[in-house]
């Protein structure tokens, strides 16, 4: 029996877990009930499995019955604060909360995988760390664990790592894609609270202003994308929020607005918080105003190491056919906290299409009207565990 067909065998129970998941999606570090959810599906297996101190992870740990290498599956649990109008019959029963990214999915696949090398642990040579991880839509999840010490929980250092990311539209369902080097982007958080003196609208040469400046840095924020960064290497700039004033003939104090800074290489990452500081510290200055800015680099770009990624597209040429597979052009724009991991260990992130309709006008991931087609679980648990049994077969070669 190949891991492909036991993987088959398993996806009544991987899809009922995943709907099941669907139905209570929390936010954030803190997932008591999906923690139990995943701890009774592992429940019976031969895994050691410790509890996050901080958030509620869980590190599964496998120990294959040769000596060998170590090699990490990861899967996100938590959910996003969106309300869920999809029309599936097994949608969320948490007011705001959906899972709209497929970390269900992730979950109930990771599961799968689990069961799936546990079945083979006598011949496995080396361990499988299994990363059950909160908080990845904003909460840093994968740092925490890091800290924690996922990276060695097997009592040595990973070897290699490995991910999967379903896709609600964008790619036909079951094919997989991904790319060498950058993936996904580096992303930071801009904050920015333009400080005056409010007064009558009527009279805006008695007050201090806060709200032109503030037009203006979101206009000049874009302008200094174009004109200090080589579109070659690209910055992505887009302001979330903007908030000031209580009516429309008073000026008020403030003016505060967001916004996410998205890159894909270290240099830019580190160049571009910094000018867009300067970049709004010194509009607020030509004006006369004063101004609270911060800027907090959030995650690193997701990098697939070049050697990890061949050796992921070849084993799913070889498991799923040449049709299966292909390589991404350019790198997607969103950030994820993966990244941290493959920061420290060599492997790769992938994605895998879960489309049920047309992935060219399908709800995408974040949508609250975004579907997911569970038939893929079984592939996704199958390619986690051939990544890991290959990866170990190649670390003790």
Known sequence: ?????????????????????????????????????VLAALDGLPLEVSLGKNLSSITAVLRGGKPGGTVLLR??????????????EFSST???????????????????????????????????????????EGWDGAGHMIEEG????????????????????????????ARPGTLMAASGALAVRVLGDGGHGSSPHDARDPIPAACE????????????????????????????????????DDAKF???????????????????????????????????????????????????YDFVAGTIRDVFGEERFT???????????????LERVPGAYLFLGACPGDPETAPDNHSPRARFDDSVLGDGAALLAELAVRRLGLLAG
């Open 150 to 177: 996922v990276l060695t929980a097997s009592g040595k250092h990973v070897d290699a790592a490995y991910g999967l990311h379903v896709s609600a539209a964008s790619y036909a369902k079951g094919h997989f894609v």
């Open 1 to 37: 029996m190949t891991l492909r067909s036991d993987a088959a065998a398993l996806l009544d129970d991987l899809v009922a877990l995943r709907r099941d998941l669907h139905r209570i999606p929390e936010i954030g570090l803190h997932l008591p009930r999906t923690q139990e959810r």
């Open 327 to 341: 390589e991404m052009a350019d790198p997607i724009t969103g950030s994820e906290d993966f990244s941290r991991v």
């Open 217 to 252: 840095m979101v206009t000049a924020l874009q302008t200094m994308v174009t004109r200090t960064f080589d579109v070659f290497d690209p910055v992505v700039v887009t302001v979330g929020t903007f908030h000031a004033g209580t009516r429309r003939n008073i000026i008020p």
């Open 258 to 308: 967001e916004a996410t800074l998205r890159s894909f290489s270290p240099e830019v990452a580190a160049r571009v918080g910094e000018r867009a500081v300067q970049v709004c510290r010194g509009i607020a200055a030509a004006h006369g105003l004063d101004i609270e800015v911060t800027y907090e680099p959030e995650y690193p770009a997701t990098v697939n190491d070049a050697a990890a």
């Open 94 to 136: 948490v007011d705001g909360a959906m899972h709209a990214c497929g970390h269900d999915l992730h979950t109930a696949g990771l599961v799968g995988a689990a069961r799936l090398l546990a079945a083979r642990k006598d011949e496995l040579p080396g361990d499988v760390v299994f990363m059950f991880q909160p908080g990845e």
């Open 75 to 88: 899967g996100d649990m938590d959910a996003l604060p969106v309300t869920e109008a999809s029309g599936e």
